[in-house]
């Protein structure tokens, strides 16, 4: 069965600091892959999303994440994070099954 | 608007009540789904349908029900209501390629 792990639970940083948020996924097959985000009281929104092409993928508010096939890793990365940025991020899985999985979540925490 | 619409927004039921959550989307997408939401735990898959007329069990299926009414409408049955069914729960949908999910703005559901 799919399974996607995010290594990082609870991660606290200051404004500025470079954010890399790590995602791993168990299936060996062609994948899509996604990253969410949640901001507090709010439904999910997309950040990216990676299906064939460029392994490295930019998304919204200067996010971006790069699809590393051999580690079957997605991990989310910004160079300088904003208190705005406090929220909870998902990773997400498609494998062509019309099933989304998604990660265990982890919450950023940024102070200003 | 377009997009996905889930009512009630908040619900508190007792023990051994029943209720049905509604979902419907205006975007013709083929796919819904039914997620619940627990801290540390991410979004859990409850029932999906690939299409009108089909559904299937996701991660967590027991203690629930689903219609698909029509091709807009998925609809998630609690018969008998326990506390371990107290969550936040979304709707989603997607597109026949699953190339993008949209998801409502959830229904914080609490069982006492």
């Known amino acids: 069965a799919q399974s996607v792990s995010q290594h990082n639970h609870h991660v606290i940083l200051s404004e500025a600091a470079s954010l890399e948020l790590g995602c791993n996924y168990s299936y060996g097959g062609t994948v899509n892959l996604f990253w969410y985000v949640q901001y507090p009281g709010q439904h999910l929104q997309l950040l990216l999303k990676y299906f064939s092409g460029d392994p490295l993928v930019k998304g919204i508010k200067g996010f971006e994440a790069e699809f590393i096939k051999s580690k079957f890793s997605f991990n989310l990365r910004k160079p300088s994070v904003q208190w705005s940025d406090t929220a909870e991020y998902f990773c997400a899985v498609n494998a062509y099954t019309g099933k989304l999985i998604f990660g265990q979540g982890t919450t950023l925490q940024v102070k200003p | 608007n377009a997009g996905v619409t889930q009512t009630p927004k908040f619900q508190v039921l007792k023990t051994g009540q029943s209720m049905t959550l509604q979902c419907a989307q205006d975007m013709n997408h083929n796919s819904m789904y039914w997620y619940r939401q627990d801290p540390g735990m991410g979004l859990r898959l409850i029932y999906y349908?690939?299409?009108?007329?089909?559904?299937d069990k996701g991660e967590v299926p027991n203690g629930y029900n689903v219609s698909r009414l029509n091709k807009r409408e998925f609809s998630l049955r609690l018969e008998s209501a326990a506390p371990s069914q107290t969550s936040v729960y979304f709707c989603?949908?997607?597109?026949?390629?699953?190339?993008?999910?949209?998801f409502g703005s959830g229904t914080r559901l609490t069982v006492v």
């Open positions: 349908s690939a299409s009108e007329g089909t559904t």
């Open positions: 989603a949908s997607s597109d026949q390629f699953n190339y993008g999910y949209t």
